[in-house]
Nanobody
Framework: QVHVVESGGGLVQAGGSLTLSCAAS????????MGWYRQAPGNQRDLVAL???????NYADSVKDRATISRDNAKNTVTLQMNSLKPEDTAVYYC???????????????WGQGTQVTVSS
């Protein structure tokens, strides 16, 4: 069992910044990809940023140059910093972790409950 918990959402003015944090805990041998996704009302859940276990990153075009994802493998945490926020960044942001429970085991996907980010114009 793995729990993924996000924090750091809230109300931000356009042009502002925020930092989202996510921590995974439980039966974890290692974590492969960790990522942030977001879902606005009526939309599908889309990738915002992803970081692999060895630190390679991938960003959605909509946030490229405005977002930075980082992780602490020792603490099983991932952080998303976003700058120059826009009203269209408003969404529920979800953290995802691809977890190995044991060496050479299958990889399992875990999601957090989500944290609301609202950007006012």
């Amino acid at each position: 069992q793995v729990h993924v918990v996000e924090s750091g959402g809230g109300l931000v003015q356009a042009g502002g910044s925020l930092t989202l944090s996510c921590a995974a805990s439980g039966t974890i041998f290692s974590i492969d990809d960790m990522g942030w996704y977001r879902q606005a009302p009526g939309n599908q859940r889309d990738l915002v940023a992803l970081i692999t276990g060895d630190g390679r990153t991938n960003y959605a075009d909509s946030v490229k140059d405005r977002a930075t994802i980082s992780r602490d493998n020792a603490k099983n945490t991932v952080t998303l910093q976003m700058n120059s926020l826009k009203p269209e960044d408003t969404a529920v942001y979800y953290c995802n972790a691809l977890v190995y429970h044991r060496p050479r085991s299958d990889r399992y996907s875990y999601w957090g409950q989500g944290t609301q980010v609202t950007v006012s114009s």
